[in-house]
T-cell receptor, first 114, second 120 residues
Framework: KNQVEQSPQSLIILEGKNCTLQ??????????LRWYKQDTGRGPVSLTI?????NTKSNGRYTATLDADTKQSSLHITASQLSDSASYIC?????????????FGTGTRLQVTL | NAGVTQTPKFRVLKTGQSMTLLCAQD?????MYWYRQDPGMGLRLIHY???????AKGEVPDGYNVSRLKKQNFLLGLESAAPSQTSVYFC???????????????????FGPGTRLTVL
């Protein structure tokens, strides 16, 4: 069964510090991996997408990496801000030709404090 | 441009009652989806639609029905609510990339704010 596992489950950091969130997956055949940010009480919003050939991609203070060989991705947040407090969800798209499928991770809940 | 909106935001039902959740999008997206989000679990797909007048089952469709009479609206119905349906429900939409097949044609989905449903 295809799975997407995220770690840690939750994380508390001080404002201004960096952090890295992990996503390991067993989805195969792999199509792409997307990171979403979900603020409390809101729906998820896409941060970035990683395709098979991409190793690193940045979106402001967010940098995602992908190692398709080890089936691992990370989301690095630089100089964290209070507004970064949210859940971060990793979603992997399975490439099955005519019928693709998404598998969602359970998310990492990040809290940034003063 | 409101994006994806959902009504209601909150609802409490008694077991056996029925209700309809409404999702509307103003982005002219072809695809629409209903998910449920439960603690400790990833989002799970209930039903989806690849166009007006068409619907299909997702991962957890039992106990739910859907309709897509208009392109911009996607309705989720609970005919006889059960406590196991207590959850947060999210609607999402996505646009079509010509030439790519499948319900997750383009997996960037735009989500609504969610509906928190409690069934007593």
């Amino acid at each position: 069964k295809n799975q997407v596992e995220q770690s840690p489950q939750s994380l508390i950091i001080l404002e201004g510090k960096n952090c890295t969130l992990q996503c390991n997956y067993t989805v195969s055949p792999f199509s792409n991996l997307r990171w979403y940010k979900q603020d409390t009480g809101r729906g998820p919003v896409s941060l970035t997408i990683m395709t098979f050939s991409e190793n690193t991609k940045s979106n402001g203070r967010y940098t995602a990496t992908l190692d398709a060989d080890t089936k691992q991705s990370s989301l690095h947040i630089t100089a964290s801000q209070l507004s970064d407090s949210a859940s971060y969800i990793c979603v992997v798209r399975e490439n099955t030709g005519t019928a693709s499928k998404l598998t969602f991770g359970t998310g990492t809940r990040l809290q940034v404090t003063l | 441009n409101a994006g994806v909106t959902q009504t209601p935001k909150f609802r409490v039902l008694k077991t056996g009652q029925s209700m309809t959740l409404l999702c509307a999008q103003d982005m002219n997206h072809e695809y629409m989806y209903w998910y449920r989000q439960d603690p400790g679990m990833g989002l799970r797909l209930i039903h989806y639609s690849v166009g007006e007048g068409t619907t299909a089952k997702g991962e957890v469709p039992d106990g739910y029905n859907v309709s897509r009479l208009k392109k911009q609206n996607f309705l989720l119905g609970l005919e006889s609510a059960a406590p196991s349906q207590t959850s947060v429900y999210f609607c999402a939409s996505s646009y079509l990339i010509p030439g790519l097949a499948g319900p997750y044609n383009n997996n960037e989905q735009f989500f609504g704010p969610g509906t928190r449903l409690t069934v007593l």
